[in-house]
């Protein structure tokens, strides 16, 4: 079986330009939560999504806004780059929200360089 | 606010050689702590949950612990393909937002 997948792999901008992420969650699972990791520290909470509504933000600009479809992928957008934005961008999807499994799974994650 | 720390930051050990790493968390109603191994430029690899003090997990050479403030995950005769940064998380809220820790860097060498 197919584990979460996410495109591109790597890529590069410059500063005030907008990128798009892709994820597609493992199947069966309906909830995908996004995740920004900087070199050297953990995985910071940005969106999750279940059922195609947010359920949850993290402490992230507007810039971020991201969108679930009906077949559970999700795409994550970044307005107006920072440099501050160059990070992993990880894409995780577990079964179900709120009570039950509660396990995430993660992609392989974009590398999101800007310059 | 939800509070994460892993200690050490880095540590090295020789093949054989077994060592304990430490997560130290607050959190306002536990709802499960997480392990997780992160191998570099790629995602994090689901290891374990945990969910109420005295739990305990384990997966080969791997054994994690959870006490009310803190969780361990105890490496027995590592070996090299060990190596990789550990990370714990603990769920916010019903929702599916972890608060990770910053990792531990775990070097084994043969």
């Known amino acids: 079986d197919a584990g979460v997948t996410q495109s591109p792999t790597h890529l590069i901008k410059t500063r005030g330009q907008h990128v798009t992420l892709r994820c597609s969650p493992i199947?069966?699972?309906?909830?995908v939560s996004w995740y920004q990791q900087v070199l050297g520290q953990g995985p910071q909470f940005i969106f999750q999504?279940?059922?195609?509504?947010?359920?949850g933000r993290g402490n992230f600009p507007d810039r971020f806004s991201a969108r679930q479809f009906p077949n559970y992928s999700s795409e994550l957008n970044v307005n107006a780059l920072l440099l501050g934005d160059s990070a992993l961008y990880l894409c995780a999807s577990s079964l179900v929200f709120g009570t039950g499994a509660n396990e995430q799974f993660f992609g392989p994650g974009t590398r999101l360089t800007v310059l | 606010e939800d509070q994460v720390t892993q200690s050490p930051e880095a540590l090295r050990l020789q093949e054989g050689e077994s060592s304990s790493l430490n997560c130290s968390y607050t959190v306002s109603g536990l709802r499960g702590l997480f392990w997780y191994r992160q191998d570099p430029g790629k995602g994090p690899e689901f290891l374990f949950t945990l969910y109420s003090a005295g739990e305990e997990k384990e997966k080969e050479r791997l054994k994690a612990t959870l006490t009310k403030k803190e969780s361990f995950l105890h490496i027995t005769a590592p070996k090299p393909e060990d190596s990789a940064t550990y990370l714990c998380?603990?769920?916010?809220?019903?929702?599916?937002?972890?608060?990770f820790g910053p990792g531990t860097r775990l070097s084994v060498l043969p």
């Open positions: 199947s069966g699972h309906k909830s």
């Open positions: 999504y279940y059922e195609k509504e947010e359920r």
């Open positions: 998380a603990v769920r916010q809220g019903y929702g599916q937002n972890f608060v």
